[in-house]
């Protein structure tokens, strides 16, 4: 049975495909993707606690959402004003900047969360 435009099937599935396809399309999302995977690795073999694993996957969705909204700004901008402007630049270099900022701080919430464990784990600590 086919959605109704509107429904929350739809919906779903449209944000479905985005982010098939930001995982396509997009080079940068693939830098982020396997970093998120041993960040996971790492806290299984860890044994976090529940809320730690809470923060992780509160930074790691952090990073690929500045990710997936960065992309739909390049996309936007590219049928919008293909051509080059500085105003425009200056916006591309602002949605990736939310990117930057939200990969450092997922980093610095992995070395606060797993740096310790690793430690113990590899020196007895």
């Known amino acids: 049975m086919a959605s109704k435009p509107g429904s929350w099937a739809s919906k779903f599935r ?5 982010v098939w396809f930001a995982c396509g399309g997009q080079s940068s999302f693939w830098v982020h993707l ?3 995977a041993a960040v ?3 806290a299984a ?3 976090v606690s529940p809320v730690e694993w809470a923060v992780l996957i509160l930074a790691i969705g952090g ?5 997936l909204i960065n992309s739909s700004v390049e996309l936007l901008v590219s049928v919008l004003h293909p051509q080059h402007h500085p105003r425009i630049g200056q916006a591309l270099d602002v949605a990736a900047g939310a990117v930057l900022v939200m990969s450092l701080a997922a980093v610095a919430v992995g ?3 797993l740096f310790p464990p690793l430690c113990g784990r590899l020196f007895g600590a």
């Open 14 to 18: 449209c944000a479905t495909l985005g």
């Open 111 to 113: 070395l606060i969360v």
């Open 45 to 47: 073999w860890l044994d």
């Open 34 to 36: 396997p970093v998120a």
């Open 40 to 42: 996971i690795a790492m």
């Open 63 to 67: 990073v690929l959402t500045a990710e």
